[in-house]
């Protein structure tokens, strides 16, 4: 069986080239540097590389050999680093994504006080309008509404987050109030045309009831501020989670409607890979930005709560 030694030993000794270039490479004599290739040769039962006096060639076994050996050396390495990070003073280079609205609203005001906090890190935020790839994209974490359905990442939730109906006065006034779910097909509703999810159908849920509304209006769009000023303007009735319309609840812009009944929730969640977990500038993003949201600035929603 072969250790992390032997490995070692044989990615050093073809990089060098020859056994008398490996054999100063590890302070030791030609002899014993071809005996260790010779014992390793003995254990595995098969020749690993053809020498000569002046250089060393692998066989297709060695080559093999080679390869994932080179591969299980990574892996140690980036074991250590891991482990390591987990106590260590978070440092180097932190890709972010987040989408547009959501991003440039609250994740990056949150990241420049969390510059501040540890300016050693170097921080990149990527605003898209679709999640980027983690593992494709080189992405550290990325901030999405939901938990999301791939069981190969880890999905920590940093803030509760729900989905309401709304309206501005100026529409409320000019229309009347819904007062059912049902209501609302008698309504202009502003129709956000995001993601695959099926176009202008709402869900409702009160106690074990449950009830899908398919919604119609005159505008749509598939950009959610471009939405949310519609309704501010007084075009129509909006479904849009409670961080995108907080602001303008506290200032009576906009209204809760239906405010006894659930909608699917959009809880923000941190994401990333498995292998991301132990790494310190992952571990303090993700306790920082639970924190932030839990008071922002010292502040709280609308409603009281996110």
């Known amino acids: ?70 591969r299980i050396l990574a892996e140690i390495e980036e074991l250590d680093q891991t482990i390591t990070s987990t106590r260590a003073a978070p440092k180097g280079l932190l890709r972010i994504n987040a989408s547009l609205g959501f991003g440039r609203t ?60 709304f309206a501005s006065p100026i529409y409320l006034k000019a229309h009347g109030t819904p007062e059912t779910p049902h209501d609302l097909t008698q309504h202009n509703c502003l129709i956000l045309r995001q993601d695959d999810a099926a176009y202008g159908v709402w869900r409702f849920s009160k106690g074990r009831q449950s009830e899908s509304v398919k919604v119609r209006g005159a505008m749509s769009s598939n950009d959610g501020e471009v939405v949310l000023n519609w309704a501010l303007d007084g075009h129509g009735i909006l479904m849009r989670a409670e961080w995108d319309a907080a602001r303008y609840l506290r200032s009576g812009r906009l209204v809760v409607l239906l405010g006894d009944y659930d909608l699917p ?42």
Do not use: C
Not at 23 to 42: C, G, H, I, N
Not at 123 to 145: G, S, Y
């Open 1 to 70: 069986m072969s250790t992390p030694s032997d490995l070692v030993f044989f990615t050093t000794l073809m990089k060098a080239g020859s056994l008398s270039a490996a054999a100063r490479e590890f302070d030791v004599t030609p002899s014993a540097a071809s005996k260790w290739l010779q014992q390793l040769e003995e254990r595995l039962g098969v020749r690993l590389a053809n020498r000569t006096t002046r250089r060393i060639s692998l066989t297709s076994e060695g080559e093999v050999y080679l390869t994932e050996g080179r």
């Open 106 to 165: 609250y994740i990056a005001p949150a990241i420049s006080l969390f510059a501040r906090k540890y300016p050693e890190l170097e921080v990149q935020l990527l605003l898209t309008d679709r999640p980027m790839n983690l593992a494709d994209d080189a992405i550290d974490i990325a901030i999405r509404f939901g938990e999301p359905p791939d069981t190969r990442v880890i999905a920590r939730k940093v803030a509760n987050n729900r989905r309401r109906i």
């Open 265 to 306: 929730p959009a809880d923000i969640y941190a994401v990333y890979s498995q292998k991301q977990n132990l790494a310190a500038k992952v571990r303090v993003f993700n306790e920082f930005l639970t924190e932030h949201f839990r008071n922002p600035a010292g502040e709280t929603t609308a409603t009281g709560s996110w």
